[in-house]
């Protein structure tokens, strides 16, 4: 079901027929996700995709509405065993981190897309993606 207080924040405009949220600086969010607003940016605007898995309609599990991408316009095609998932045909994989093995995507499938879920086009991902500034 939709919820109509999550999407009434500022910056949020929402057209209930597709599911996508326009923010006051004109950036979309598909797919039911939200616009949050850059922490060192203010007036310009990012889209939470995990806002989206909550609220789409025709949902049966949350596994089945995972998205990514600038706009969360890419739908999840693999699920990790630990949470995380990938698109665009991206396979799951255990990478080893100081912190021990970490779930991660190999985008070498399909060798067009790159990123943490392999949402981005190789070379279109934006600068500091997956920082602090982006939330």
Known sequence: TFRDSEHQ???NKMSRQDGTTVCSDSHRCE?????VEYPNNEGLFFCDCDAGTLVGENVESVEEARYAG???EHRATSYCSKGHFCVNDGRCVERRHRDGLLEACDCRANNYYEGPHCEF???SRPYGWGSAEYG
């Open 121 to 123: 086009v190789k070379g």
């Open 70 to 72: 600038l706009y969360c």
């Open 31 to 35: 797919n039911y996700s939200t616009c």
């Open 9 to 11: 924040r500022p910056g």
